[in-house]
């Protein structure tokens, strides 16, 4: 093939012969153990697979049909809806506030910002185990502090509802500083100018926030809402080892039962499947409508 | 989707950049002032007080059954630490912790480098929706394919090695986005000059690319070395021998063994935590800039 190539002039088509060489890698990895899997999942829903030997046999819905009746799916579903529906507004109100609070005068502003973040770096298991610290029924932190306060002792254990509150707030500590970090980013692209304008308009602080401030940061609580929603319906190390998804199942949620269910004792992987599957068409249903829901919305602001 | 991110880039947070004047009387001023010193604190108090008890605990005797609020340690002491070094293989732990996440973040650094290279400057067919299928991989919950990718390793023959933690970690597809990103930036009249005057594609990426990727190659860096120092579920379903432990899997382990005795357990979690916490105070802003573009942690 003897394409006339003119100097300067860029050959179309073909494209760059090394590009293999670069793409290729990731490409591959990223092809064998994420897409590759994502299809088995697909897959292995519809199978029963042997605990020991691993045989694989074909079973149809029957996974799915297992779990419409299994009481313990739908309390782990249903406390991960209710995980989600505390953390994820808990976390995005407190971070923008104190991406506000961060944003303004203040001394000391970088340590202040450091001390915030720095949950962000610590492992879900080591948050766990600072967890069963404070929350230890019998010789954890709060219950000391409680008794040297003369406040009641919280059954933080014991108590499923408190168990699920030790959750959430463990949560809370860690994820703040992740919706801090997205919101102060935004903040920091506001344009001052904004600001003083309406400022010589006369608007008070409240109005600024309200007209100026707040729908410049849309696109940053999009984000952030996608991004906590999938972290809370993925949540997994802290659980596990703060409380194992107990008392009884008031704080299983569905990636401990995922995991419990094709890794524990009963080692049903087949099962264990469906419920991966139902765990991402959950994140992909609510990613598309709010996705759709974003797009709509600045539609009908243009 | 991932598209609408509304970051400017690799563009630095700086923490000193613009600060909004309060407005109102000096008065008001000084009161509002005052008011946001105030929470601070509190918040500050509030944040630091789980990692201060663990510190705490971890150097205090372990004996005592503490009833009773214990804010500083009394008697501070390394019992703890020798305890527990003297009953598990803690040491290997933690060098299993540092091979598994040096050799995977020097695999997925390389990958993401070449990979956001290909994407952003070189002309190839399939290029568009090869890179959107990798980004849809972003939003894959790692609890979705737990099942499937064990079976796949396992049929691999690589459960129970390293290499089953090391060859998915280096798969983060998070790296590709960034680096992508970031190489979008660089001037495509600076890749086609070099071409121009007879480099290959490789010589154009080591010599002029790489050279301008220094601040890419940190956040990469520091992302991915906190990822796989950090990652829990997958090492737990692969790695089942106690010999080839990483420091959270060991942790968790040890979680069973001593139950309540926190002075153990505070110990072992600050000698998990201490690396990450002294990386993130040196590289701050690199780990913000990362958090903020990727989204992910």
């Known amino acids: 093939m003897s394409a006339p190539s003119v100097p300067g002039v860029r050959r179309q088509g073909r494209g760059d012969r090394s590009a293999p060489l670069f793409a290729g890698p990731v490409v591959l990895l990223a092809g064998l153990f994420l897409v590759l899997p994502m299809g088995l999942a697909l897959v292995f829903s519809l199978t029963e697979i042997a605990p020991l030997s691993g045989e694989v046999g074909w079973v149809g819905l029957a996974n799915f049909a297992t779990m419409a009746a299994d009481p313990t799916f739908f309390r782990s579903l249903l406390n991960t809806a209710l995980f989600a529906l505390v953390t994820v507004p808990g976390s995005m109100a407190i971070g923008l506030a104190l991406a506000l609070l961060m944003n303004s005068v203040l001394p000391a502003r970088p340590l202040f910002r450091t001390v915030v973040y720095l949950p962000l770096v610590i492992s879900g298991v080591a948050v766990g185990l600072i967890g069963s610290l404070l929350f230890n029924e019998t010789s954890g932190v709060l219950r000391a502090l409680a008794l040297a306060l003369g406040l009641p002792v919280v059954p933080w254990q014991s108590s499923g509802p408190a168990a699920f509150a030790s959750v959430v707030l463990i949560t809370l500590w860690v994820r703040v500083g992740f919706c801090m970090i997205i919101y102060l980013a935004a903040l920091q692209a506001v344009p001052p100018e904004l600001h003083e304008a309406a400022q010589v308009e006369g608007a008070s602080g409240w109005q600024r926030f309200h007209h100026v401030t707040l729908p410049l940061l849309g696109p940053a609580t999009f984000f952030l809402l996608i991004m906590s929603v999938i972290y809370s319906f993925n949540v997994f190390d802290t659980v596990f080892v703060l409380t194992g998804g107990g008392p009884g199942s008031a704080t299983e949620v569905l990636g401990t039962y995922a995991y419990d269910t094709a890794f524990g004792p009963a080692r049903d992987q087949g099962y264990g499947a469906a419920i991966g599957v139902v765990v991402f068409v959950l994140t992909m249903v609510f990613t598309l409508v709010q996705w759709r829901r974003s797009r709509a919305a600045r539609d009908g602001a243009l | ?297």
Not at chain 2, 168 to 197: H, K, N, S, W, Y
């Open chain 2, 1 to 297: 989707m991932v598209a609408t991110v509304p970051t400017r880039g690799l563009t630095v947070v700086d923490a000193r950049a613009r600060t909004a004047r309060a407005p109102g009387r000096p008065g008001r001023r000084r009161v509002g002032w005052t008011l946001r010193v105030v929470a601070a604190v509190l918040v500050a108090v509030v944040m630091v007080f789980p990692l201060w008890v663990m510190l705490v605990t971890a150097f205090s005797s372990g004996s005592a059954y503490s009833q009773t609020l214990r804010l500083w340690p009394s008697e501070p002491t390394l019992d703890n630490f020798t305890r527990v070094f003297a009953a598990w293989p803690v040491g290997s732990w933690f060098a299993n912790s540092v091979a598994v996440a040096g050799v995977t973040t020097v695999l997925s650094v390389t990958v993401s480098l070449t990979g956001g290279f290909a994407f952003a400057k070189l002309r190839w067919a399939g290029r568009t929706p090869v890179f959107l299928l990798l980004l849809a991989t972003m939003m894959i919950p790692a609890q979705a394919i737990l099942v499937p990718q064990f079976r796949l390793v396992s049929s691999l023959g690589l459960v129970g090695t390293f290499w089953a933690v090391i060859l998915p970690g280096a798969a983060a597809t998070f790296g590709i986005f960034l680096a992508r990103q970031f190489l979008m930036a660089i001037p495509t009249e600076l890749v086609e000059a070099a071409r121009v005057d007879g480099a290959s594609t490789p010589r154009v990426f080591w010599s002029i690319v790489l050279p301008l990727c220094r601040p890419l190659i940190a956040v990469l860096t520091l992302l991915a070395l906190m990822y796989q120092w950090n990652d829990f579920l997958w090492p737990l379903v692969v790695l089942r021998d106690p010999a080839l432990f990483t420091l959270p899997i060991g942790l968790q382990f040890l979680q069973g063994q001593y139950l309540t005795d926190h002075g153990a357990l505070m110990a072992m979690t600050l000698l998990a935590t201490a690396p990450l916490v002294v990386l993130f105070l040196v590289f701050q802003r690199y780990f913000v800039q990362g958090l903020a573009t990727t989204g992910l942690r």
